[in-house]
């Protein structure tokens, strides 16, 4: 029988994984796509607004309130398997899209996702991108947010640190993709986003191939929009459309990358970038190659 296991696409920032949504998104009659459920329910939890979660996490009015890691026994009993397409003649595939770093806190919080029997249920890939981009990126992102915050009066009690010099987020992919694939002895699918941008078909068939699903030509190319499932603005004003304007005005992998004129980094921005390089190059190595 042919792997229609849920997909999971494992990031770290700024890594072009937002982006790596929106082929499925084309593809609605076939594709259930769940963006950052376990981060979702870290910043409700911040936010304390929960609103969003029966938004994004309920498909369809009928289904009953679930929530996702944090809430439910065992993500969701692996995604309420699986939503119906909107005729409900037959269950898509989900593709779901979190940060590593997200499930490895969730696992430091005692949930239990972290065994074969659960790791197996889903079909895991994973996107990197160079830290030279990914991070800096990253600063320019979250100085948007800081001045957003400043124009909008968000209260202080109604922040939080966005840029964090000790977290190394490829270090956390590194850490999560040698977990999975230690634990499944699965062979894990893995994308450079340079590459991706580089040889965009070429890798995303190669892509297609290993998880089981039909390339499309429609995957390549689509319309701009704005799809609620990354315009969630929990608390304050649109921090959701800063992070993911690029992805919204896009209407392909090129034209989704943020080409703002170079700044000025801190040292501190250098030194992160240092810091993570180890851990990219050694899953460069792992990446799909053509």
Known sequence: MADQR????????????????RPFLQRPQEFHVIHEP?????????????????????????????????????LNEILVPHYYN?????????FAKDHASNFLDG?????????????SKFKHIFIIRNPEKSVKSFYKAANSTYEAW????????????????EKVWLKESRFLYDLIKNITGEEIVLVDADDLLRELEKILRKYCEMVNVEFKKEM?????ERSNIWDLNLSGPNIDYLWHKNVMQSIGFDKSINNDEEIEYPQY??????????????????????
């Open 6 to 21: 849920p997909i999971f696409l494992w990031s770290h920032p700024r890594s072009l994984s937002t982006v790596f949504e």
């Open 38 to 74: 376990i981060n979702l329910i870290s910043r409700a939890y911040m936010t304390n607004n929960f609103y969003f979660l029966n938004q994004i996490l309920l498909p369809k009015p009928t289904d009953p309130i679930t929530f996702v890691h944090h809430f439910s026994p065992t």
């Open 86 to 94: 909107d005729d409900k003649t037959h269950t898509l595939r989900v």
């Open 107 to 119: 696992e430091l919080e005692g949930n239990p996702l972290g065994s074969k029997e659960i790791l």
């Open 150 to 165: 400043n124009n909008a009066c968000v209260p202080n009690s109604e922040r939080y640190n966005i840029f964090f010099l």
């Open 220 to 224: 390549l190319e689509w319309k701009e």
């Open 269 to 290: 921005v250098y030194d992160l970038i240092a810091k993570s390089k180890p851990h990219y190059e050694y899953l460069f190595q792992h990446r799909i190659k053509i």
